[in-house]
């Protein structure tokens, strides 16, 4: 196994980024730290804490996952859904409609983007 660090100077940053590498005998290339939001990714466990790899306009980067009152949903897949994602909502919460009425009082109501639903902590 070989180690390797890499380091750029970001312009806007006004500071260096760097990562580190292993590269395994059989030569596949692992990051050997968890990865910062917008780094490319393959896998939830590329990426930091509270974060999961999602699409951004159809390329897989490192998202972080969404907190406690962000609008969050659970897509029906498709072409939109495959391009671009998000993360589901962090651990512990759940994600549910804010203040939903009782079923048999709610008329139909299309809802294409769930606005109305957030991520919460489970009720008892």
Same mark, same amino acid.
């Given at each position: 196994? =070989?180690?390797? !660090?890499?380091?750029? @100077?970001? +312009?806007?940053?006004?500071?260096?980024? #760097?990562?580190?590498?292993?590269?395994?005998?059989?030569?596949?290339?692992?990051?050997?730290?968890?990865?910062?939001?917008?780094?490319?990714?393959?896998?939830?466990?590329?990426?930091?804490?509270?974060?999961?790899?999602?699409? =951004?306009?159809? !390329?897989?980067?490192? @998202?972080? +996952?969404?907190?406690?009152?962000?609008? #969050?949903?659970?897509?029906?897949?498709?072409?939109?859904?495959?391009?671009?994602?998000?993360?589901?909502?962090?651990?512990?919460?759940?994600?549910?409609?804010?203040?939903?009425?009782?079923?048999?009082?709610?008329?139909?109501?299309?809802?294409? !983007?769930?606005?109305?639903?957030?991520?919460?902590?489970?009720?008892?």
């Amino acid at each position: 196994m =070989h180690l390797f !660090e890499a380091c750029v @100077k970001h +312009r806007s940053l006004f500071k260096s980024v #760097c990562i580190s590498l292993q590269i395994k005998d059989d030569l596949t290339l692992t990051n050997r730290y968890p990865l910062h939001p917008g780094a490319r990714c393959k896998v939830d466990r590329d990426c930091g804490a509270s974060m999961c790899c999602a699409r =951004h306009h159809g !390329e897989q980067v490192c @998202k972080s +996952r969404l907190i406690r009152g962000e609008s #969050c949903y659970v897509p029906d897949g498709g072409l939109a859904f495959s391009i671009n994602q998000i993360c589901p909502c962090d651990e512990g919460l759940l994600c549910r409609e804010k203040s939903a009425p009782h079923r048999r009082e709610r008329d139909f109501i299309y809802q294409p !983007e769930r606005k109305s639903w957030t991520c919460q902590v489970p009720k008892a």
